[in-house]
């Protein structure tokens, strides 16, 4: 049965599985744990954590705004 599936999958379909996941990832990152992350820091950063500010302040200088 394993060797049906195997020969089954072609590289188009290999490529579109990989592309799919990686854009899956991506979006995840992007639209969910981003913002996660984002509270996470400012949380550590409340409570006096250096590194968390540091972290913080890089994250703004990153983003791009339209003008």
């Known amino acids: 049965m394993l060797e049906k599936i195997q020969l089954g999958l072609g590289l188009w379909s290999s490529v579109i599985i990989v592309l799919g996941f990686s854009f899956f990832v991506i979006g995840l990152d992007e639209y969910v744990m981003k913002s996660w992350r984002?509270?996470?820091?400012?949380?550590?950063?409340?409570?006096?954590?250096?590194?968390?500010?540091?972290?913080?302040?890089?994250?703004?200088?990153?983003?791009?705004v339209d003008e």
């Open 38 to 64: 984002h509270r996470r820091w400012e949380k550590r950063a409340a409570s006096g954590d250096k590194e968390a500010e540091e972290l913080l302040r890089v994250a703004r200088s990153a983003k791009v």
